[in-house]
């Protein structure tokens, strides 16, 4: 029996299915998103790079805080799905979940100053409106880790708030909840990646209710929603290197393009090097080998 299931949702990388019985089948695309603009080149087995480090992870967190994951070994899925047969092509990139009630944020755990935080402290010395200490370079450490949620937009860019701004949206309770689980799983997974010779800037995920209970959705700590710098690379005021989207979003900052669709054509050296990065990341984060995920070509 073929797998057959209405689709719930197509995102910038994932696909989502309706699996009944509050379950979703969420399946990781090759694609690769920036400043908001999904490229027309896959990355090859970026999908499967996002999915095994995403189950990684949840495995590794899962005494801080809940997750969905319910599989991702096709062959389970499948029974769990009445004997429906897992499409070869989602091997390795598809997982079964429980379908949660989202909060309406993109929850950002920041350590060092990069990104959108970096371009707001040069204008103003602040971060998402936060007064911060002068001084600060490109790749500074923070004084501590700080909690920085945007809006998820539906279309176009998502918008940077600050805590009071997360408290009007979701409420006090959820708000703090969401912050402590989050510093909490930021100083786990910068440990993590410290003991692999890796800087985890910052990271983003996502949280929502199930049963009542607080849990960690979509994907966590990959090199799409994280900055991941080699440590021993790191100068204060320079653009460290990275194994992440920043090279390419350094790539397309550097082409004519006014960052609206259709994006720029990526180049095979561009696309295999990226391919690379986020392997080594998996690797090295998680001592796994990718070859030794579901989905492997022979």
């Given at each position: 029996?073929?797998?057959?299931?209405?689709?719930?949702?197509?995102?910038?990388?994932?696909?989502?299915?309706?699996?009944?019985?509050?379950?979703?089948?969420?399946?990781?695309?090759?694609?690769?998103?920036?400043?908001?603009?999904?490229?027309?080149?896959?990355?090859?087995?970026?999908?499967?790079?996002?999915?095994?480090?995403?189950?990684?992870?949840?495995?590794?967190?899962?005494?801080?805080?809940?997750?969905?994951?319910?599989?991702?070994?096709?062959?389970?899925?499948?029974?769990?799905?009445?004997?429906?047969?897992?499409?070869?092509?989602?091997?390795?990139?598809?997982?079964?979940?429980?379908?949660?009630?989202?909060?309406?944020l993109e929850c950002i755990v920041r350590g060092y100053l990069a990104g959108q935080a970096?371009?707001?402290?040069?204008?103003?010395?602040?971060?998402?409106?936060?007064?911060?200490?002068?001084?600060?370079?490109?790749?500074?450490?923070?004084?501590?880790?700080?909690?920085?949620?945007?809006?998820?937009?539906?279309?176009?860019?998502?918008?940077?708030?600050?805590?009071?701004?997360?408290?009007?949206?979701?409420?006090?309770?959820?708000?703090?909840?969401?912050?402590?689980?989050?510093?909490?799983?930021?100083?786990?997974?910068?440990?993590?990646?410290?003991?692999?010779?890796?800087?985890?800037?910052?990271?983003?995920?996502?949280?929502?209710?199930?049963?009542?209970?607080?849990?960690?959705?979509?994907?966590?700590?990959?090199?799409?929603?994280?900055?991941?710098?080699?440590?021993?690379?790191?100068?204060?005021?320079?653009?460290?290197?990275?194994?992440?989207?920043?090279?390419?979003?350094?790539?397309?900052?550097?082409?004519?393009?006014?960052?609206?669709?259709?994006?720029?054509?990526?180049?095979?050296?561009?696309?295999?090097?990226?391919?690379?990065?986020?392997?080594?990341?998996?690797?090295?984060?998680?001592?796994?080998?990718?070859?030794?995920?579901?989905?492997?070509?022979?």
């Open positions: 029996m073929t797998m057959d299931l209405p689709r719930v949702l197509s995102g910038k990388v994932r696909e989502l299915y309706d699996a009944g019985q509050d379950r979703l089948v969420m399946v990781a695309s090759d694609r690769v998103s920036a400043f908001d603009v999904i490229m027309a080149e896959p990355i090859p087995d970026k999908g499967r790079v996002l999915t095994a480090m995403t189950c990684f992870w949840f495995d590794e967190m899962a005494d801080v805080v809940a997750g969905t994951l319910l599989a991702a070994d096709p062959v389970e899925i499948s029974a769990a799905l009445g004997g429906m047969a897992v499409p070869p092509e989602w091997a390795g990139r598809a997982v079964l979940v429980r379908r949660a009630e989202m909060l309406p970096w371009e707001e402290y040069e204008r103003s010395g602040r971060v998402h409106g936060m007064e911060m200490p002068g001084g600060l370079l490109l790749a500074s450490k923070l004084e501590k880790p700080i909690f920085t949620p945007s809006t998820k937009a539906a279309e176009g860019h998502d918008l940077n708030i600050g805590m009071a701004e997360a408290v009007d949206l979701v409420g006090a309770e959820s708000a703090l909840a969401a912050q402590a689980v989050c510093l909490e799983l930021y100083r786990r997974a910068a440990a993590r990646a410290a003991a692999a010779g890796f800087i985890l800037a910052d990271t983003q995920s996502e949280l929502g209710y199930v049963d009542g209970v607080l849990c960690l959705c979509d994907e966590g700590w990959t090199p799409d929603s994280s900055r991941l710098w080699p440590a021993d690379a790191v100068v204060p005021g320079t653009t460290p290197p990275a194994f992440d989207k920043q090279p390419l979003r350094d790539w397309l900052a550097e082409q004519p393009w006014d960052r609206t669709p259709p994006p720029p054509p990526l180049p095979p050296e561009v696309t295999t090097a990226m391919s690379r990065r986020y392997i080594a990341a998996y690797e090295r984060v998680t001592g796994r080998s990718l070859g030794d995920w579901y989905g492997a070509t022979t």
